[in-house]
């Protein structure tokens, strides 16, 4: 099947098989291999990516699920004045280890703080319990991500 | 403390350096294994087996396997492969048993590899290898290590007059405890690419791996080929814990399908695969007694380990029980020890060294058995271990290895004043609090580094040891820019590539800033040497005369001053190797948590937890503290939800994140970490490890904060809330 979507502002078309998942697509197809499959089973939440703007697990949708929209991917999230304030903040809190689990962090929590921009802290840790790490055990993931929040409020 | 600077500070070893490494990451420009997609690369997909035990009465392939481009079956490799190698210990008896590559005419696990197909791409492999029959005959599985008869490796050894101290004792304290299977759950599952060149008769595989020594000398050693045969390249890899050191039996397959098909051949293995079929830690149980005089000095110790190491020995299985043998005098002077290990063989996957990798057990078995211990004599815990802590060091243990360094007390008095203790319990709640102390063999053995001056005066060090998350770009740059005088930038650092980084050793046992680190140094000490000559020649004055200054300048007494750039401008070639060999060093530790049960059901919480490790000089507090944090979320894990659980048929219960947990930052409680700083004397950093103390030191300290709340009533990890709404009331789970 052909389909067409955006992905990073740029845009992509191509043949698809219809059983293939939109990680496969975004990882082979469009060759963005920032997007990590880390269970295929929807749990881990490495695979996460931007769907017009919305927080989605790549490995439970198909590639056509997605033609005609618009999907962002960790390789999109820094703009053109450098670092978007996750990636400054998990770099600055050593929020990340082998780093495989962080772009499904980055992409997951900037989706949340830009729909709960007045999250508190509780409410940051639970919407963190959607993304596994195995390295860091979470507690500067969560001061990265309060940090990020403050900024991306403006406070 | 990650904000501070270290004790040992210096100009950049001891500071909060923030990663190198990171940037890349968070751009999404990393390449694990999975991320190398080589142009028209076959991939493969595995059968493997869905019983515990069984005879293997044929294999069938359908002659047209659609898209299939080729399969392999143990008869198609006989002759060609030999099984993994099997690493022994000092002392013990272990059995030849290594992992085949494929199964025979016996599968000893569920999970076990029988065959592998080739295809276009993974989908098509693992459509193919559907269609493919194996004709089982089911047996008996056996599952518990003690009912086994078959022991793959055993070890005894008796110090001191055991039987004396037993027979005088004022007390003998008795416990019994068990610990079950983890699964190691890197989040990059494992995978290898392999591809062979005819011509050249060079196999190079590229691998998910801790390291590329092992890899390399394991694909020597099944292969029958001279290591110079092999090119080992080693991508960005995301995680291993330990299972991604010995090699794998389907690394050995991948590239026996290269050799053969001609074609670059790729396995990235799904989170099943993984979750099954990677070798996995724990799965020991033990009895221990402690004899103790009057005045509650611990005597002597008697224990017997039973290790559950799966249906073969991978080639490090065997190595964990033995560790967990040899420290089972934990951190007290006990002069006298009886210590017996089986380790037996099941229907199960293979076990082996998992983030702790046999020190976590022996803390658990060694602080669980003083707890009992406390509450028999009527002692405070931290009164009973502060009478028996080691107090001098080099210290040789009963049952014979050299402690080098540490500050016990101190870390035991840290640890208590960081949690804030307490106990109480009303109608609603129980709390309590526990102590795990521990000390852990770290380093060994050798390791390497080549330093080279390049043209435009900028160091270039390619390291034995690699990366796998820990931060070595940052603490090695750290390590060789400080000795240098240098900025971090002017320090390259390569890994991984074993035809470029010299043969060492590897990523493991926490050795890699007290081994890796020192090699390096050392080969920066020899560069700096070099550059002194290479400067006296230049300037024509004595060596005696000249001074290394900041930014890598020499300074002759005359005010002349040459650079490191016009060094190596007028000297090329300037570099050194080095090989830095030392004994075990021993880090230790103190941790403590205070937990709470529900008493409706039975639900625990850790309510906070404090980490005290002693891994002497800290090269950078910041990745340390990180290590120590996500070490102490895998003991949590460990307490809180993760068991690989089979099934009375053997299957493995846990196939998937479903049945296998991990925790997750909302289950994280606060922990106060510090660091005591104990300078090893054996190598010239000062430095032991720090990459394991969390998941060594927490599930201890939990374990006896829960039978503190539970008012002495005791179970074994996971703390699942219906085996401590059962304790609750008395009962056995």
């Known amino acids: ?155 | 403390m990650a904000s501070g600077a270290g004790l040992s500070a210096g100009r950049l070893v001891g500071r909060p350096v923030r990663r190198r490494e990171d940037e890349r990451i968070l751009r999404g420009m990393t390449r694990y294994l999975d991320d190398i997609d080589p142009p028209g690369a076959a991939h493969v997909a595995f059968v493997r087996s869905p019983f515990a035990h069984a005879r293997i009465r044929g294999v069938e392939v359908p002659e047209d396997l659609e898209h299939a481009l080729g399969v392999f079956t143990a008869a198609d490799l006989e002759g060609r492969v030999s099984d993994l190698p099997v690493q022994g210990f000092e002392g013990g008896r272990v059995s030849a048993e290594g992992h085949p590559v494929l199964a025979g005419r016996e599968v000893r696990y569920a999970g076990q590899p029988v065959a592998a197909v080739l295809a276009g791409s993974r989908a098509a492999a693992e459509d193919a290898a559907e269609l493919i029959e194996v004709d089982y005959e089911p047996l008996e599985p056996v599952l518990d290590a003690r009912g086994s008869d078959v022991t793959l490796s055993h070890w005894h050894k008796r110090s001191g007059d055991v039987a004396t101290a037993f027979g005088t004792a004022a007390h003998v304290v008795r416990a019994s405890h068990s610990l079950p299977r983890l699964a190691p759950v890197p989040m990059e599952t494992r995978g290898a690419i392999a591809s062979y060149d005819a011509a050249e008769d060079m196999l190079t595989v590229w691998v998910s791996a801790q390291d590329s020594h092992r890899q390399l000398a394991g694909l020597a050693a099944v292969f029958n080929r001279p290591e110079e045969s092999i090119h080992v390249i080693v991508p960005d890899v995301g995680g291993a814990f330990g299972s991604k050191g010995a090699p794998a039996p389907e690394t050995m397959l991948v590239a026996a399908a290269a050799i053969t098909s001609g074609r670059t051949v790729k396995w990235a293995e799904d989170r099943e695969e993984n979750l099954i079929a990677s070798y996995q830690g724990r799965g020991m149980e033990a009895e221990v007694e402690l004899a103790l005089d009057a005045e509650a000095n611990m005597l002597a110790v008697r224990a017997r380990i039973w290790a559950d190491l799966g249906g073969y020995l991978m080639p490090t299985t065997a190595i964990p029980p033995h560790t967990t043998a040899m420290l089972m005098c934990g951190v007290y002077d006990i002069q006298a020890a009886d210590v017996e290990l089986l380790g037996r063989r099941t229907n199960k996957v293979p076990t082996g060294p998992y983030r702790g990798a046999g020190r976590p057990e022996a803390a658990y078995f060694v602080e669980c058995t003083v707890d009992v211990a406390a509450r028999e004599l009527g002692v405070d815990p931290l009164e009973l271990r502060r009478r028996n802590l080691i107090g001098e060091f080099p210290y040789r243990t009963a049952l014979g290895w050299t402690y080098d360094s540490g500050d016990y007390a101190r870390c035991l008095e840290l640890a208590a004043e960081l949690v804030e203790p307490e106990h109480s319990s009303d109608d609603q709640r129980v709390v309590g609090t526990g102590f795990g102390m521990y000390v852990e063999r770290a380093g060994g053995l050798f390791e390497t580094a080549d330093a080279e001056l390049q043209a435009d005066g900028r160091l270039l060090v390619r390291s034995g040891s690699s990366p796998h998350g820990q931060g070595h770009d940052t603490t090695f740059a750290q390590l060789a820019a400080e000795r240098l005088g240098v900025d971090l930038e002017d320090v390259e650092l390569r890994f991984g590539d074993s035809k470029e980084v010299p043969r060492g050793v590897g990523t493991f046992a926490s050795r890699s800033v007290a081994m890796g680190g020192s090699a390096l140094v050392q080969a920066v000490d020899g560069v700096k040497r070099s550059c002194l000559a290479a400067a006296a020649r230049l300037l024509d004055v004595d060596e005696a005369e000249l001074e290394w200054g900041d930014g890598g300048r020499v300074s002759a007494s005359d005010g002349r001053i040459v650079t490191l750039r016009e060094l190596a401008a007028v000297e090329r070639g300037i570099q050194a190797s080095a090989r830095f060999e030392s004994d075990l060093v021993f880090s230790s530790g103190a941790y403590a948590a205070v937990v709470e049960i529900e008493r409706a059901t039975g639900g625990l919480r850790v309510l906070r937890l404090a980490a005290v490790d002693d891994a002497g000089t800290i090269v950078n507090p910041l990745l340390a503290e990180g290590q120590v944090i996500g070490g102490s979320a895998q003991g949590l894990g460990q307490c809180l939800v993760e068991e690989a659980a089979y099934d009375e048929e053997g299957n493995p219960t846990f196939a998937s994140f479903v049945g296998y947990s991990l925790i997750t930052a909302a289950e994280m409680p606060p922990v106060a970490a510090a660091f005591v700083e104990s300078p090893s004397p054996l190598n010239p950093l000062g430095a032991k490890g720090i990459g394991e103390g969390g998941a060594i030191g927490t599930p201890a300290a939990v374990a006896n904060a829960v039978a503190a709340a539970l008012g002495g009533v005791r179970v074994d990890p996971p703390f699942s809330d219906d085996k401590l709404w059962l304790a609750l009331r008395g009962q056995a789970s």
């Open chain 1, 1 to 155: 099947m052909r389909i067409s979507v955006e992905v990073n502002g740029r845009a992509y078309e191509g043949e698809v098989e219809a059983r293939t998942l939109l990680s496969d697509f975004l990882r082979h197809g469009a060759g963005l291999t920032g997007t990590k499959v880390g269970c295929e089973q929807g749990v881990c939440g490495a695979c996460t990516v931007q769907l017009d703007g919305e927080a989605v697990r790549s490995c439970l949708m198909l590639a056509v699920q997605a033609n005609g929209r618009a999907l962002t991917t960790v390789e999109g999230l820094a703009g053109e004045g450098g670092l978007h304030p996750l990636q400054r903040a998990f770099h600055e809190a050593h929020a990340l280890q082998c780093g495989f689990c962080t772009p499904g962090f980055l992409m997951s929590m900037d989706a949340f703080i830009r729909e709960h921009p007045d999250a508190d802290r509780e409410q940051l840790r639970e919407a963190l319990a959607g993304n596994l790490c195995r390295c860091t055990g979470y507690l500067a993931i969560i001061e990265a991500v309060e940090h990020a929040a403050r900024e991306m409020r403006g406070a």
